[in-house]
């Protein structure tokens, strides 16, 4: 329920009625962790403004579907499977996107994972497996593609998914929190070495977003309580990280790099008591 002399705040319309049906022609984004949620929807939005995508994760059931989404708007679609914990894997991911769709121009580091757990609690195989994923994965696909966008001598851009429970600690979920500050590090450090190739790299932090991954973590619906931390009286939808997405993607962010977004609906700032 909206606090007392608020209303919600409205939907983030679709990103065809937002941005040029062209934007990103000629684009070859690779999305991991692109079956679900938000990877899903920035996936269909990139294939809408004009790019082929790729999507990749462990299942290969949750890609077919979304592929399917991405061919209907007469963009090419390419989906493999990756575990981003293994470099070895990840490099026959890069080399299949490649082979299918071309060079890669735009990479989205999607995949995370995540638990509810107290940290006393918390064994050394679940931060492995979720910083693993988190951090390791970012950083595996990042040196991939770059490795390959320094090659071909025409730039690129990066976007991680970071959170902001990297900010101000992460009481029950220290490793998803550890990992994710990890990654805004390390597009700060990627954008500093990698300038000079006119690569870009930034982070997109997403606030309390009613994702399947979500609910999983918390064993089912979101707490209504959480919605007095945030300032927008609703939780974020996929949808509400897309915009986002599509422009640091664009070339509308060609100045940007090292830079991290929120899009949380003000939760990270204070409550006002009056």
């Avoid at 918390?122 to 490795?147: F, K, P, Q």
């Amino acid at each position: 329920m909206a606090r007392e002399g608020t209303e919600h705040w409205p939907a983030t319309p679709p990103a065809t009625a937002l941005f040029a049906d062209d934007l990103l022609d000629g684009e070859v984004a690779l999305i991991t962790g692109g079956g679900t949620g938000i990877g899903e929807e920035i996936a269909v939005a990139y294939a809408e403004l004009g790019a082929d995508v790729a999507i990749a994760s462990r299942n290969m059931d949750h890609l077919e579907p979304v592929a399917e989404r991405i061919e209907a708007t007469g963009q090419s679609a390419c989906a493999t499977t990756v575990d981003v914990r293994e470099m070895d894997r990840v490099e026959e991911m890069v080399e299949t996107v490649t082979d299918e769709l071309g060079d890669i121009t735009v990479l989205v580091n999607n995949a995370g994972a995540n638990f509810v757990t107290p940290t006393e609690s918390l064994s050394a195989n679940g931060w492995r497996s979720v910083v693993g994923t988190i951090l390791d994965g970012t950083a595996y696909c990042s040196m991939a593609v770059g490795e390959r966008m320094i090659e071909h001598g025409e730039g690129g851009s990066i976007i991680s998914m970071g959170a902001t429970n990297s900010v101000n600690g992460a009481p029950y979920h220290a490793h998803s929190g550890a990992g994710k500050a990890g990654v805004h590090n390390l597009m700060q450090t990627l954008g500093a070495e990698w300038a000079k190739f006119g690569i870009r790299a930034n982070t997109i932090a997403p606030g309390i977003i009613e994702t399947e991954g979500i609910a999983g973590a918390v064993g089912g619906e979101l707490p209504e309580m959480l919605l007095e931390e945030i300032h927008a009286d609703r939780f974020g939808q996929p949808a509400d990280c897309v915009p986002l997405a599509v422009f640091l993607a664009s070339p509308a962010a060609n100045y940007v790099t090292g830079a991290y977004y929120s899009a949380d609906g003000g939760h990270l700032l204070p409550n006002v008591p009056f």
